[in-house]
C-alpha cells in the first residue's frame, strides 16, 4: 500500500460530508431530520478524524509508509 490509498480514504469522507450538507440545502428537512443529517455528518467527521489518528499509528506498515502518512494528514489539516 501507499500514502495515497490512505489519503484517499480519507479526502472521500470528505467529499461525503459535503454532498450530504448539499444535499440538506436543497430539499426541505424537518428539524428533526437536519438535526439527523448534521449528526450523521458530525459521524462521518469524527470517523475521518479517527482514521487520520490510526493509519499513522498502523504498526503493520513500514516506518517510510507511517511518516509519509503523517506529514500527509498534517498537511491536510
Not at 20 to 37: A, H, P, R, V, Y
Request: net charge negative; glycine share 2%.
Amino acid at each position: 500500500m501507499e500514502s495515497e490509498d490512505f489519503c484517499r480514504v480519507i479526502t472521500e469522507f470528505e467529499f461525503i460530508c459535503e454532498d450530504i450538507g448539499e444535499i440538506k440545502e436543497q430539499i426541505d428537512l424537518t428539524k428533526s431530520e437536519i438535526q439527523k443529517i448534521s449528526q450523521a455528518i458530525i459521524n462521518v467527521e469524527n470517523a475521518k478524524k479517527i482514521l487520520k489518528e490510526l493509519f499513522p499509528k498502523i504498526e503493520s506498515l513500514n516506518k517510510d509508509l507511517r511518516e509519509d502518512l503523517t506529514s500527509e494528514f498534517v498537511d491536510m489539516g
